[in-house]
C-alpha cells in the first residue's frame, strides 16, 4: 500500500476502471494500488483514491448526459493528521 498522502481526494464511482484510467491519463498520475474495489492514483501534486460503488448501489445510479445535481457528493476531499485526538479537540473550540 503506498504511503499517507497529506491530502487527496476519495472519488465514488460507478465504473471504477473508466474513472480511474481518465483520472490517470488527464492528471498524469500512477496507479500505486490497484483492486476489485478501489484504485490508488499518485502525482506529484495529490492522491486520488477511486472506490467503486457496490453492484447492489451502482444499479439504482443513473449517469445523466449532461450530468445533473446529486443529492450525495461524489467527491470528498481528505487530510491527514499528526494527531487525530489534537485535531478533534481543535475542532471544538
Do not use: Y
Not at 490517470?24 to 492522491?47: M, Y
Amino acid at each position: 500500500m503506498p504511503d499517507v498522502a497529506r491530502t487527496g481526494l476519495l472519488i465514488h464511482a460507478k465504473n471504477l476502471q473508466a474513472v480511474s484510467s481518465f483520472h490517470e491519463r488527464v492528471l498524469g498520475a500512477g496507479t500505486v494500488h490497484a483492486d476489485t474495489t478501489h484504485t490508488v492514483l499518485q502525482s506529484a501534486d495529490t492522491q486520488l483514491i477511486i472506490h467503486a460503488i457496490p453492484p447492489q448501489c451502482a444499479s439504482e445510479i443513473d449517469i445523466a448526459v449532461p450530468p445533473t445535481a446529486r443529492e450525495e457528493p461524489a467527491i470528498e476531499p481528505f487530510f491527514t493528521v499528526t494527531h487525530l485526538a489534537a485535531s478533534e479537540r481543535a475542532g471544538r473550540k
